[in-house]
């Protein structure tokens, strides 16, 4: 799977029309909810989040609106991002962000680090902002569609990720601990393959 994907697979292809959305507003609402499926690092990214909101809380009855804070924060600003993206906003750095936010949410997952509310929120929101932006610069046809359903993959992906989490707490203490720091790991590892190639194309 490392080997497969590149820096630039779930965003602006060489040709520029890695977004090109047909004109039907279903065949656009389609692929717009596939598209987060066929890049790798959006997938990993988003399951990601959903996993760490759930084992950096230190009880598993915590309540489900502070549960789903970060998922719901990247989501929105995912939204909010894409939108900025399709009126013309440009950001540095885009895909070494990216990369940046693999990184960054498997060392956290890996960790089971629990930031401040606040912080932990805010930095989910600030990556959501880059793939948003990149997402946004590149859909065409009928981009509401396609982004409506790019939002609504994006909110199932959390979810697999929170659901992943509750059931890494049913395991024993060892087993659990090992899966996250596994799958934290892994995660980070394919941040860190992205970071090279990814700062090489910003350059």
């Known amino acids: 799977?490392?080997?497969?994907s590149t820096a630039a697979m779930a965003h602006i292809g060489a040709d520029g029309a890695a977004h090109i959305h047909a004109q039907d507003w279903t065949q656009s609402f389609a692929q717009g909810f596939s598209h987060p499926l066929t890049g790798l690092?959006?997938?990993?990214a988003m399951v990601s989040v959903g996993l760490w909101s759930v084992m950096s809380t230190?009880?598993?009855?915590?309540?489900?609106?502070?549960?789903?804070?970060?998922?719901?924060?990247?989501?929105l600003t995912?939204?909010?991002?894409?939108?900025?993206?399709?009126?013309?906003?440009?950001l540095p750095g885009v895909e070494p962000?990216?990369?940046?936010?693999?990184?960054?949410l498997g060392l956290l997952v890996a960790s089971r680090a629990a930031l401040p509310a606040t912080v932990g929120t805010g930095l989910v929101a600030a990556f959501a902002a880059f793939?948003?932006?990149?997402?946004g610069q590149e859909l065409s046809g009928h981009a509401l569609a396609a982004l409506s359903g790019m939002v609504l993959c994006t909110g199932l992906l959390h979810t697999a990720g929170m659901l992943g989490g509750l059931a890494l707490r049913a395991l024993p203490q060892v087993n659990q601990r090992w899966a996250e720091r596994?799958?934290?790991?892994?995660?980070?590892?394919?941040?860190?393959?992205?970071?090279?190639p990814a700062i090489a194309v910003a350059l």
């Open 97 to 104: 962000m990216i990369a940046a936010s693999l990184l960054v």
């Open 182 to 196: 596994l799958t934290g790991a892994g995660v980070a590892l394919f941040g860190a393959t992205l970071m090279a």
């Open 58 to 75: 230190s009880t598993p009855n915590t309540h489900t609106w502070r549960l789903a804070s970060k998922p719901l924060a990247f989501a």
């Open 1 to 4: 799977a490392l080997s497969a």
């Open 131 to 135: 793939h948003g932006v990149a997402h």
């Open 78 to 90: 995912l939204l909010v991002g894409a939108v900025a993206g399709m009126a013309g906003l440009s």
């Open 41 to 44: 690092d959006h997938l990993a």
